[in-house]
């Protein structure tokens, strides 16, 4: 329909043009639709598989040639988080696709906050219950959704300031229209490991609707049946409050939907777990989002009326409960916070699978979504505080529990490496506590000797069926139920061995056995004794099984991310933070010896990362990809992880690219003198035009692109800057800052610069 809509301008453009004349057709457009499509559109072929290629949900076409004629084919597609992360890295090269980048993310995220698992040029997919496919599994995977958004509006903030401003009154974007449907607060708390319905006839009617219209089909639509649009403030919001509305106090951001928020390792933590990574990174987010709506040029915005009531009522119950934050919490209090975030989220998400979107706009206030931020932060900040360990590391997951009063208590699991990594990467500490992270680490039990790097969570020796499946005598002594049935020698829940030990059945898996155990004894002479002991002995048997604190994979495996396994992607994780760290330390004036022992913290990481080791120490070719190295091997399974991205970005951070206002200065504060040139040597690159060329460099500089843009950095007296044009004129910048203009060129892959060389004091 908006090809045909638009069809007399789309014959006039030329067989190849250039993003800038598709953004500016777009941005003159009154063609809603046709203005998100041209926006969110990226020039791009390929994309990255999950590292696992044997991962059932790892169906991927790509599709780089025609079958017909041969022609080249731009089509990507890739799982949600590996799609994006390859972007944020794509984005430094190709910096003018960022506004494509944002506008994907954001029309592919749902309502109700959360983001399908897969994105492809044509749109997006969701997971679908197939009852003969035992791998088949439903649920949002919310895993990186706060982060990589982040990190693009972040890029976009200093590479094109109050580009987005635009945006933030115009209803331009959508929402994904996903046939999942989370249950209300009262089911979720009943059983929070089964929180999600698959709507079989709403995913009928979506596909029907993209059979007619295209992509589009699976876009949200109003009660009269036109896509719904929103600003970019509703958006944002929508996402933060997504995540707010499951804010557990001092202990986290809680995982109910069914998939976990970064480590599938860990996927058995869905239900009980709650995620302090989560927290991490929506405390850098709602800092970042604080500046932004600040700085915007607003005072009310309209956004969706459904929405401004589940804002009202999440910001009230942080407001009239804010004074409780300055001391520890009681179980009680933190259960009536969780009730007043959670239940105005169920009332909203609720409303709109029953009724969609009224189309009604109400108006908020820059004052009350400032205020929100402000009071949200402080939570945030209070439960960073109280995870703060012994060993100055931070909780990563924590577990929460629902006791029989309906108070909510918070338990403890053991560190975890992605919990310092998103800590570091927070923006709450200080360098002193960065510094005191990252000494914690060195010496706790995820450093690992032999490969002098980070392994996932600490080794442990794990009980075996029998060893653990002991249940302890004054248990047994306390329940007349078990005592009876041992008496009778019923052994449908209880058996004693020959040594007197006493055991579970051994058929039980979990505590949905023994439930189902225990109404088979209730329709019969043990009737009394089961309803007054039901829940005792469900307590009883977590108590022998702890099944809360099993995370999955990483509590039972050895090898795939398991136990005292190096996860290699995470210690690149871990670089990243630790530079950026780092580098906010160098800019704030902090302390020498605290910036010195925090840059030997990082060379010492990079230095375990394999491509920086011997194929005999590492396992494998070092610069080869693998995701990991479990305790008794070398490194394992191959296949491309996000590594890469973190890795690029982490260069980029040693030669000192530093973007502000739109300027491009060059701050190489972390890259050491053994990296300049001993001898002169050509550089040979590939300039934008996708040509061959080879320059030489002389002794006591270095090379590399930007945007393919060869840099050539020179040791000197003197700071300045010389950019040499392709037509042969050039101008010289005193000081390491470009000035915008010159940026702009190089932002927009012009072919306009033909060398950049930088002249560093010694």
Known sequence: KVYNDCIDLLKELPDTFNHDLITKIAYSSNHADFKRLVIEYLPLKFSRRHGDPSRPWNKFSINTRSEVDGSKILDYEGNWRDIFQNWEALAHSYPEFIGGMIHKFLNATTFDGYNPYRVTKGGFDWEVIEEDDPWSYIGYWGDHQIIYLLKFLEFIKDYYPGKLDSFLNEDLFVYANVPYKIKEYADILKNPKDTIDFDYRLQEVIEERREEVGADGALLRDTSGHIYRVNLVEKLLATVLAKVSNLIPEAGIWLNTQRPEWNDANNALVGNGVSMVTLYYLRRFLNYFNDFIKNADFETTAVSQELEVFFAGVSKTLKDHHGLIDGAMNDTQRRAILDGVSQPASNYRTGIYNNNFSGDKKEISKSSVLEFIETTLKYLDHSIDANKRADGMYHAYNLMTIEDNGDVSVSYLSEMLEGQVAVLSSGYLNSKQALEVMDGLKSSALFREDQYSYILYPNKDLPGFEEKNIIPQELVAKSQLLQQLLKNGNQQIVVQDNTGDYHFNAN?????????????????????????????????????????????????????????????????????????????????????????????????????????????????????????????????????????????????????????????????????????????????????????????????????????????????????????????????????????????MLFQRAHKIKVIKVNLNK
């Open 508 to 744: 039980f898996n979990n505590v949905n056995s023994l439930k189902k155990a225990l109404k088979n004894l209730s329709n019969g002479d043990y009737k009394d004794l089961v309803q007054t002991e039901q829940r005792q002995l469900e307590k009883t048997f977590e108590a022998v099984f702890n099944h809360k604190a099993f995370t999955g994979r990483s509590g039972t495996f050895f090898g795939y991310e398991g136990l005292g396994s190096i996860y290699w992607h995470m210690v690149s994780k871990l670089l990243l933070a630790v530079q950026e760290c780092c580098l906010k330390a160098v800019n704030e004036g902090a302390n020498d010896k605290i910036i010195g022992k925090m840059f030997d913290h990082y060379f010492e990481i990079q230095a375990g990362i394999g491509a920086h080791k011997s194929p005999e120490l590492y396992g494998a070719v070092p610069t080869d990809p693998y995701s990991h190295t479990p305790g008794t091997k070398g490194a394992q399974q191959p296949g491309m992880t996000g590594q890469v991205k973190e890795d690029i970005l982490s260069r980029f951070g040693e030669l000192g690219l530093v973007v502000t206002n739109g300027m491009l200065s060059f701050k190489p504060s972390m890259l050491r003198k053994l990296e300049f040139l001993k001898t002169n040597q050509d550089f040979n690159y590939v300039d934008v035009n996708q040509k061959k060329q080879s320059i030489k460099v002389n002794t006591g500089s270095l090379a590399f692109t930007y945007c393919q843009v060869p840099v050539i950095y020179t040791q000197s007296i003197a700071e300045n800057i010389l950019v040499m044009f392709t037509d042969g004129d050039q101008i010289t910048f005193d000081g390491l800052s470009l000035d915008r203009k010159t940026s702009e």
